[in-house]
C-alpha cells in the first residue's frame, strides 16, 4: 500500500496517498483547483493550462503533477488568478462563442468558469475566425465555432477496435478537431452520448435530443462551478 | 496514387504504429502528397483511423494532403534569409514559375512553398529544391534553375557551383553546402582516432564513464543546458533491459547551423559518443532523429554507421566485448521546430504528432516507447568523446567554472566571416564580433541563442556567453544597423513561433498570435502606448506553457522592447487623444472587406436558390 503523505496548499496542510495527481489530491482536501481539460478517468493532459499552480518558482499543471511529500503548492494569488483568468479571455477570443444562443449555456464549463473569474469582455481582441459547423455525420453535430481544443474527445471516445474517433488537425492557430467520417458513420447511440457528454462546452452537440433540461435547471445555472 | 508503389512502402514497415512519419514520409517523397486513398491504405496497414493518421500527417509541414507539384522548392524565409535578399529571390521564383508561394503551378510541376530556417544561415538566401540545398541565391540563378525544372533536366545537372567543402565533396553527400569552419577547438580538432575513447571507457568500467562527465561538468549544447553526467546516471539507475540514446540532431533554432557541420565533418565522433553513452546507461539502441532539411546527408550518415559498424565501434560484441551490443539508426522528422524538445522528440520518433510530454515523468524514467531514454544533442555527445578520451581534469579547465568546456556557435548575419567557430565558454560579445569581422560601429543588435534567446544592443556587448549571462545553443545573429529589426527580425521570429507551435497549450497557440497581431498593428504606425504596456503584458501568460517553445515565444518582443525601446516608440501613433489604437482606414477596410463578402456569399444564395 502506498504511504499517506502531507502536503500544504496555500499553507493550508492536507493529506493524500503518496503519487495522487494535485487537482485530485487537492479535491480529497476541499480545495477546488479550476480545470477544463481534465476529467475524472482521462489520461491527463495538461492542455488548457487553467489548472496552474505555482511550485516554488515554477509553473505547474495540477492536473498532470503527482503530489510528494512536503510539497508547497500555491494555488491562489493574484497572479494565478490572473493567468486563468487571461487564458479564459483567450479561448472567448480565439473562436466564435454564443452563449445566449448556445445549447450547452448553464452546462457550459467554460462559462460557468468565466462566470466565477467575473469576465465581461476578453482583454484580447476577438479574432472571429472563419470555422465550419460539420453536421455531416448521422449522430453528432461538431460546431467549431464553439471548440476550445481541450482534447478531452480526443482522448476518450474510441471504437470496439481501440481506434480513434477523433483526432487533431493541423497545428498552431490552425489546429482543429477531426471527426473520422467511417468510424462517425458506425458509432453506437451509447458512443455519441458518451462523446456529447465529455466535451466541456458546446462544440459537439447530438443531433436530437438538445434543449432537454430547460434553462434555470442546469448544472451551473444557480451555482458557481467551484461549490459543486 | 498508384497502388504498387504504396503497397511496396507499405510491405517493407511492419504494422507498428511508430513507422507511421516514416511511411509518410516515403509516400510524400514517391509521390509529391499524401493522397486520401492512400490515408485509408496506411490507417488499414497500421490498425489506426483516419482521422489518427491525418493528425500526424498534418502536424508537419514536408507533408501534404495535397500535391505538391513534381519539384518542391522550399525557400527559406527566416530573418537572415532575409537580410540576404530573399525578398528579390521569391519574386523571381514567383515570376519564373507563375504562381504564388504556398501555390503549385498550373501544370502541377513546380510548387513554391516558405519554409523556416534549413541550417544554412552563413550561405543565404537557401533553398530545398526535392531535398537538395541550394544556397546563395540570386534572381539569375532563379532563373536558370527554373528554366532548367521546365526542361526536366536532372537535378544534379542545375549544380553550377562546384561543391562545398570537406566531406560536402564526399560521393555520398556532393552538396554545394559550405562548411565555413572559422575556428577549431577541442570538439572539432582533427588530433583524434576513433576508438580511442571507448576503448578507455571499457578498461575503465561504466561507473567511472559518469564520474568523468560529472566531473567535467559537461551541460547539454542543444540550449537547456542540463548537466549531462546527471542525466547518464539517472537512467542508468533505472532497471531495464531496453533503454534508447537518443542523438538531437533536429537543430531547428533560427541560426544555428553547427550540427549540420559536425554531422558532415565529425560523424563518427558523434556515433562514438552515442556508443559511450550507451555503454554508460546500458542501452542497446540508438537512433539520431535528424531533421528533414538534412536530408541530403542521409545516405552518407548510413555508409558511416555501416563501416562503424564493421570496424567493430558498433553492431554486436563492440571492441570485442562480449554482450556489449549496441545498433544505431536514423529517424527522420518532418518539419516540425518543437521536434527539438526532448519528449516532443521521442512523440515524433514514435510515429506522432510532435507534442510534448507533461514531466515528470521524465524521459530517462519513461522515454521511447515508455522504455528509459537519453536524449542527448550532438554537439554534447561529441564532446563527451573528448572528455572521456582527455579526462575531466582537462576539460574543466577549458571556460568558466560554472561553464566548463567550449561551445560550437553558428555566427551569421551582418559580419564578414560568417561560419562555424569553436569557442571557450566566457568569450564576450565584443570579442565574437571581432573574431566574426563585424564592425561594431555597423552593429544594431545581436541575437544570442535564436529566437528563443535575447536580442541584445551595444550597452550589452560585454556580457559573456556561458549558462549564467547569456545561455546560447549557438546561434548568434549579427544585425547590422541598415536593418529593418522590428520588422525583419523580431516580427519574423514571432511569426515563426506562431507557426511552430503545436498549439497543445492555449496560451500558445492563442498567445502568439495575439502578440504577433499587435507587434504587426505597432510597426504599420496604428500602435499607441497601450499596445506596448499589452505586449508586455500579454507575454506573461506563456510562461505557463509546456515546453521552452511557448515559454520563450515572447522573448524576442520582451528583449527588444527592452534593449529597443526607441524602435518601438518612433512607430506609435503621435496623436494620442481619442483614437486607442484606431485606424479609420483599417477599420473601413475590414467593414469593405465584410461587405464585399456579404455580397458575395448573397449572389451564392441565389445561385443555389435557382
Known sequence: MKKRIQFKIDGKVCETTEGTLLL??????????????????????????????????????????????????????????????SILEMMFAEGNHICPSCEKSGNCELQALARMYGITVPRYPFLFPDRDIEAT???????????????????????????????????????????????????????????????????????????????????????????? | MKEIVLSKILWKYETNHANLLDILIDVQEKEGYVSEKAITEIANHLHLSEADVSQTLTFYHFLSEKPRGKYVIYLNNSSVSIMMGAAKVKAAFEQEVGCKFGEVSKDG???????????????????????????????????????????????????????????????????MVCNNIMRKGPVLADDYEVGNALRKCIENGEKWIIEEMKGANLRGRGGAGFPTGFKWEACRNIDSNEKYIFCNADEGEPGTFKDRVILTEKPDLLLEGMAIAARAVGATKGIIYLRFEYK???????????????????????????????????????????????SALIESAEGKRGEPRERPPF???????????????????????????????WYKRLGTPDSTGTKVLSISGDCKYPGIYEIEWGFNVHRILEMAGADEDEVLAVQVGGPSGSCISRKDFNRTLDYIDLATGGSFIIIGKQRDLLKDVILNFTEFFEEESCGSCTPCRVGTLMLKNKLQQIIQGNGTSK??????????????????????????????????????????????KNNAGFSLQEALREDRDMKMKFNKEKTGYQHAAK
Request: one cysteine or more; proline letters at 5%; hydrophobic letters at 35%.
Open chain 2, 296 to 342: 541530403y546527408l542521409q545516405k552518407y550518415l548510413e555508409e558511416i554507421i555501416k563501416s562503424q559498424k564493421k570496424a567493430g565501434f558498433l553492431g554486436k560484441n563492440i571492441l570485442g566485448i562480449k554482450g556489449f551490443d549496441f545498433e544505431v539508426r536514423i529517424q527522420f522528422g518532418a518539419g516540425a521546430y518543437v521536434c527539438g524538445e526532448e
Open chain 1, 137 to 228: 455525420h448521422p449522430k453528432l453535430l461538431k460546431d467549431h465555432n464553439r471548440c476550445i481544443l481541450c482534447k478531452r474527445c480526443i482522448r476518450l471516445i474510441k471504437d470496439e477496435e481501440g481506434k480513434r474517433l477523433f483526432a487533431f488537425s493541423k497545428r498552431g492557430s490552425r489546429l482543429s478537431i477531426k471527426i473520422d467520417t467511417h468510424i462517425a458513420a458506425k458509432m453506437s447511440d451509447e458512443l455519441a452520448v458518451q462523446a456529447v457528454n465529455c466535451c466541456p462546452v458546446g462544440a459537439l452537440l447530438p443531433r436530437k435530443g438538445a434543449f432537454q433540461c430547460p434553462i434555470g435547471k442546469r448544472v451551473y445555472d444557480k451555482s458557481h462551478i467551484d461549490s459543486l
Open chain 2, 363 to 393: 524521459p530517462v524514467e519513461k522515454g521511447f516507447l515508455d522504455k528509459p531514454t537519453i536524449v542527448n544533442n550532438v554537439e554534447t555527445l561529441c564532446s563527451a568523446v573528448k572528455i572521456i578520451w582527455k579526462g575531466a581534469k
Open chain 2, 109 to 175: 510541376k513546380i510548387g513554391l512553398f516558405k519554409t523556416a530556417c534549413i541550417g544554412m544561415n552563413d550561405q543565404e538566401p537557401a533553398a530545398l529544391i526535392n531535398g537538395k540545398v541550394f544556397t546563395r541565391l540570386t534572381p539569375f540563378r532563379v532563373r536558370e534553375i527554373v528554366k532548367g525544372l521546365k526542361n526536366n533536366q536532372p537535378l544534379a545537372s542545375l549544380y553550377v557551383e562546384s561543391f562545398g567543402d570537406g566531406k560536402n565533396q564526399h560521393p555520398l553527400v556532393q552538396a
Open chain 1, 24 to 85: 485530485k489530491a487537492a479535491e480529497e482536501n476541499g480545495v477546488y483547483i479550476p480545470r477544463l481539460c481534465h476529467v475524472e478517468g482521462l489520461t491527463p493532459r495538461g492542455a488548457c493550462r487553467v489548472c496552474t499552480v505555482k511550485l516554488g518558482r515554477q509553473f505547474n499543471t495540477a492536473c498532470t503533477m503527482p503530489v510528494t511529500k512536503g510539497m508547497e503548492i500555491n494555488n491562489h494569488s493574484e497572479e494565478l488568478e490572473d493567468l486563468r483568468k
Open chain 2, 531 to 576: 499596445d506596448l504596456d499589452d505586449l508586455k503584458n500579454w507575454a506573461q501568460p506563456l510562461k505557463s506553457c509546456r515546453c521552452g517553445l511557448g515559454q520563450t515565444a515572447a522573448n524576442p518582443i520582451l528583449t527588444s522592447l527592452k534593449n529597443f525601446p526607441g524602435l518601438y516608440q518612433i512607430n506609435l501613433k503621435k496623436e494620442e
